[in-house]
């Protein structure tokens, strides 16, 4: 058996949260995926245990994912971020492009963003 895959995932929305945990743990059965709502419930897990990524949304309560990539960067800098989320402009398209984001995957209809998200992630941290 590979060694788990330990991902968090950030999401203010439960629905968005319980379906892509169970689509991320179907898609590599190495993913160990543990959820939480908010940025600052991230940063206290990332304090106290160890993951190899973290999956978040853009658009949050508080803070937006960016603001959150860079807290974790300063904090955890070997945790790769990937975006999971449905906002996409020009200006947060350059934004992302000059970030040191691991990954962008775009949340859409269907179940091919999973596999996107699943392989993005394993990129992040092979």
């Known amino acids: ?7 968090l995932l950030v999401d203010e929305d439960d629905d968005v949260l319980a379906v892509t945990h169970e689509f991320l743990e179907h898609e590599n059965e190495d993913f160990d ?3 939480v709502t908010s940025a600052a419930d991230a940063l ?8 190899d990524a973290v999956v978040t949304d853009y658009r949050m ?3 937006d994912g960016m ?5 974790i960067d300063e904090r955890r800098p070997e945790v790769p971020v990937v975006l999971f ?5 020009g200006a947060f ?6 970030s040191d984001l691991a990954g962008l995957v775009a949340k859409r209809t269907g179940t091919e963003q999973y596999s996107e998200l699943a ?6 941290i092979d």
């Open 1 to 7: 058996m590979a060694t788990p895959v330990r991902v």
């Open 93 to 98: 398209e350059r934004e992302v492009a000059e």
């Open 119 to 124: 392989a993005t992630i394993r990129e992040s």
């Open 85 to 89: 989320t449905a906002h996409q402009d």
């Open 61 to 63: 309560p508080q803070t």
């Open 44 to 51: 206290d897990r990332l304090a106290d245990e160890p993951f």
């Open 67 to 71: 603001a959150l990539a860079s807290q």
């Open 33 to 35: 995926v543990e959820t």
